[in-house]
């Protein structure tokens, strides 16, 4: 029996459009961005895009290594290629990654520092991807760089980004509720919460929730990572439900734990690129698909039955 965790969660059936997911193969980079896509407001009434709705998305967990990287570079690349401009901001300052898991690290000659100290312009420290021009990164500082980056300067700084078009700027912000993620959280209106289903995950999670909160921040969407199905079935591992209703955020995804996001991040190349797609790489599809207001197939992450997976691979290679 297929068990649909996502079909449960009401939260997006508000969003009526749907539309065939674009393989590798399909470049939907001169697709533009507004003409068919709808954006899902925070008061939940369906809006149409224009260049005012920029939106800067903070990618927070509290806890550490429960997958912030791995999800701001899975979404970013995936919104990249529905053809959206995207801004990737490394605001994980003593443990930079984004830019080794998008495979740009020897690209990185400047980072933010750069800019507030006047060695740099922004164009000069925003790094475009190859693969998709429309992804740019950008590295708030190196790492052994000082750190003296403030509030102000982060709001100024993604402001000056905000004028270079971009639609969406994710900004990965680091573990721990500090001044690190005090100042990652300043320019953002939204935030994905990033956690495990484990319990002091959970609970950082939660703590990060009030503090969002207590920011200003309310337009908050949980992803929880690392779901092993066969755990869940015997009652090893919290359900994504569960996790759900404990933190009482409405969700955006369910990630499996799955190895090929290991060999992803050690080739710099995103599981969304994969020619061949993984369960994984279709969750965060999927999830990217649900931030930009679009409503999506329910993913079935309980071990796929014999044909399941290739059917899943036609329906979003539009093959079928
Ligand atoms: P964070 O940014 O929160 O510290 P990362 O994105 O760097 O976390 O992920 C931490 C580690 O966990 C990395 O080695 C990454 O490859 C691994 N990881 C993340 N998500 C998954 C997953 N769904 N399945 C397997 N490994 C994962
Ligand atoms: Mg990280």
């Given at each position: 029996m297929f068990l649909f965790y996502f079909f449960f969660f009401t939260n997006f059936t508000n969003m009526t459009e749907t539309t065939k997911f674009g393989g590798p193969e399909n470049d939907l980079s001169n697709q533009k961005p507004g003409e068919t896509t709808?954006?899902?407001s925070s008061s939940s009434n369906l809006v149409s895009s224009d260049k005012q709705n920029e939106r800067v998305i903070v990618i927070t967990s509290g806890k550490g290594g429960v997958g912030k990287t791995t999800t701001t570079a899975n979404?970013?690349?995936s919104i990249a290629r529905l053809g959206y401009?995207?801004?990737?901001i490394d605001a994980d300052i003593g443990l930079r990654n984004l830019d080794l898991l998008l495979g740009l690290e020897n690209r990185v000659l400047y980072t933010a520092m750069d800019i507030v100290e006047g060695q740099c312009r922004l164009d000069q420290a925003l790094i475009r991807d190859k693969r998709w021009k429309n992804l740019a990164l950008l590295a708030i500082s190196k790492n052994r760089q000082k750190y003296n980056v403030t509030r102000k300067n982060m709001q100024n700084l993604i402001d000056?980004?905000?004028e270079l078009g971009f639609h969406f700027i994710l900004i990965d912000c680091p573990a721990g509720i500090d001044v690190g993620f005090i100042n990652a959280i300043a320019p953002a209106q939204e935030a994905v919460i990033?956690?495990?289903?484990?319990?002091?995950?959970?609970?950082?999670?939660?703590?990060?929730?009030?503090?969002?909160?207590?920011?200003?921040?309310y337009n908050v969407k949980l992803l929880v990572n690392r779901v092993r199905p066969d755990m869940i079935q015997k009652n090893d591992m919290m359900s994504v439900r569960d996790v759900q209703e404990m933190l009482g955020i409405p969700l955006l995804g369910a990630i499996p734990e799955d190895t090929n996001v290991i060999i992803s991040t050690n080739r710099g190349e995103p599981l969304v690129l994969n020619k061949k797609l993984t369960l994984s790489g279709i969750a965060?599809?999927?999830a990217a698909r649900r931030l930009i207001g679009k409503q999506d197939y329910f993913i079935d992450l309980t071990s796929p039955q014999k044909g399941m997976f290739q059917k899943l691979q036609e329906f979003f290679l539009g093959e079928d």
């Open positions: 709808v954006f899902l979404l970013g690349m401009r995207v801004a990737l000056s980004v905000k990033v956690t495990t289903p484990e319990i002091t995950a959970i609970r950082d999670a939660d703590r990060v929730a009030g503090l969002l909160e207590a920011n200003g921040i965060f599809e999927n």
